[in-house]
Nanobody, 122 residues
Framework: QVQLVESGGGLVQTGGSLRLSCAAS????????MGWFRQAPGKEREFVAT????????SYADSVKGRFTIARDNAKNMVYLQMNSLKPEDTAVYYC???????????????WGQGTQVTVSS
C-alpha cells in the first residue's frame, strides 16, 4: 500500500506558476505509476498527467501539454507537478494518485491523496 499527501497549492495570478508536491509513504513507491488529476467545482475529475515507474515516460492532457511537467524522485518518494502559464480554467482541486498500470483512467488508480486547492485569478 501507499499513502499520498499533496502540498503546494494556493492562489496565483494568471500566467503564474506553482509546483505541487506529493509525498508517498511505503517502501514500494518505485513500483507505482503516479498520476495527477484535478476536479473543478461541478465537474468530473479529469486526468492531468502521469509518469511511469522509472520516470522515463510521461503523458499529459491536451489542456496542459507544454505548460505542466510531471516528475518523480524515487529516492525521496516524491512526485511533482510543475505548473507554468497558469490559466483561470486550471482552477481545481489537484489530486495525486498511484496505479499499477501506465494509464490515464482515474478508475485504474487505487490510491489517492486528499487533494490540494489551486486557484488562478484572472
Amino acid at each position: 500500500q501507499v499513502q499520498l499527501v499533496e502540498s503546494g497549492g494556493g492562489l496565483v495570478q494568471t500566467g503564474g506558476s506553482l509546483r505541487l508536491s506529493c509525498a508517498a509513504s511505503g517502501r514500494t513507491f518505485s513500483s507505482y505509476v503516479m498520476g495527477w488529476f484535478r476536479q473543478a467545482p461541478g465537474k468530473e475529475r479529469e486526468f492531468v498527467a502521469t509518469i511511469n515507474w522509472r520516470g522515463s515516460h510521461t503523458s499529459y492532457a491536451d489542456s496542459v501539454k507544454g505548460r505542466f511537467t510531471i516528475a518523480r524522485d524515487n529516492a525521496k518518494n516524491m512526485v511533482y507537478l510543475q505548473m507554468n502559464s497558469l490559466k483561470p480554467e486550471d482552477t481545481a482541486v489537484y489530486y495525486c494518485a498511484a496505479a499499477t498500470e501506465y494509464v490515464e483512467v482515474s478508475t485504474k488508480y487505487g490510491y489517492w491523496g486528499q487533494g490540494t486547492q489551486v486557484t488562478v485569478s484572472s
